[in-house]
Nanobody, 124 residues
Framework: VQLQASGGGLVQAGGSLRLSCVAS????????MGWFRQYPGKVREFVAA????????YYADSVKGRFTISRDNAKNTVYLQMNNLKPEDTAVYYC??????????????????WGQGTQVTVSS
């Protein structure tokens, strides 16, 4: 399984970015997908996840109402639309998926595969 994330960059506070993550080596539609982020010197924290079809989505309280997770099964791609970005959103963002299809990627313990990370920097 490989997860290739992209779309990070530098943006001013209040701006938007869309992260993408292309998955290979798995039957994408059978796996829930998630996004985590990591601050320097901190453990990775949950940001958002879906439940295979994006009908059910889950968000950290800090991003609710600003971030949206979605997917395109035809492209094996999951997205994270980030609006109204704040300086505290500055972090490295990782896409992730569980090792087993029954699990949801809402905790680090459930993650079987990580993408390589993409840097998001929000200036004030």
């Amino acid at each position: 399984v490989q997860l290739q994330a992209s779309g990070g960059g530098l943006v001013q506070a209040g701006g938007s970015l869309r992260l993408s993550c292309v998955a290979s080596g798995l039957t994408f539609s059978r796996y829930a997908m998630g996004w985590f982020r990591q601050y320097p010197g901190k453990v990775r924290e949950f940001v958002a996840a879906d439940d295979r079809n994006s009908d059910s989505t889950y968000y950290a309280d800090s991003v609710k109402g600003r971030f949206t997770i979605s997917r395109d099964n035809a492209k094996n791609t999951v997205y994270l639309q980030m609006n109204n970005l704040k300086p505290e959103d500055t972090a490295v963002y990782y896409c992730a998926t569980p090792r087993y299809t029954a699990l949801l990627p809402r905790t680090r313990e459930n993650i079987g595969f990580w993408g390589q990370g993409t840097q998001v920097t929000v200036s004030s």
